[in-house]
């Protein structure tokens, strides 16, 4: 009588995909619109305004994406909301992108404040500051958004 043998495949199993959670999806939906409109309202501000009789005039759409920037950071804040519970709350105590998700998580609390203060509190004179420390985080954050996703894809950070 002959041993059984065991077939074996030279393809590694391969486990099943993570499911793929909405609220992600929403996540990263509101960083980028958050960021394209950003940057959409920075390129008006300081690339496209022109001078004119009264002063620096922006393009007429401006004010749109301002106003669509400040829609999807509302909305932003449902999907950040819904997603820290199912995201950050369970992974808090693994090493594995720690470091980047909770600079990712300061970044969202200054632009959260800067925003508010942007649309409440500023005046003419304080405007700038407000406006700088809310545009820079806003520009850093995508970035780390994909540093976190790729130090999670390759399991270290």
């Known amino acids: 009588m002959r041993p059984e043998r065991r ?8 486990s099943p995909p993570e499911p793929t959670n909405p609220w992600r999806l929403a996540v990263y939906c509101a960083v980028v619109g958050l960021t394209a409109s950003g940057v959409a309202w920075l390129a008006a501000r300081y690339f496209l305004a022109t001078d004119n009789e009264f002063g620096r005039v922006m393009p007429s759409w401006a004010a749109r994406v301002l106003a669509i920037h400040g829609g999807l950071a509302m909305l932003s804040l449902v999907a950040i909301g819904a997603w820290l519970p199912l ?5 808090l105590p693994r090493p594995r992108g720690l470091i980047t998700g909770i600079t990712q998580l300061a970044c969202l609390c200054v632009l959260t ?13 304080s405007r700038p500051v407000w406006s ?3 545009w ?9 958004l994909l540093i976190h996703r790729g130090a999670r894809i390759a399991g270290h950070e």
């Open 87 to 91: 995201h950050v709350v369970p992974r």
């Open 136 to 144: 820079v985080p806003g520009l850093i954050l995508p970035g780390l």
């Open 7 to 14: 077939r074996t495949t030279p393809y590694p199993e391969v």
């Open 113 to 125: 404040a800067t925003g508010y203060g942007l649309y409440y509190l500023a005046d003419e004179i």
């Open 132 to 134: 700088v420390t809310h």
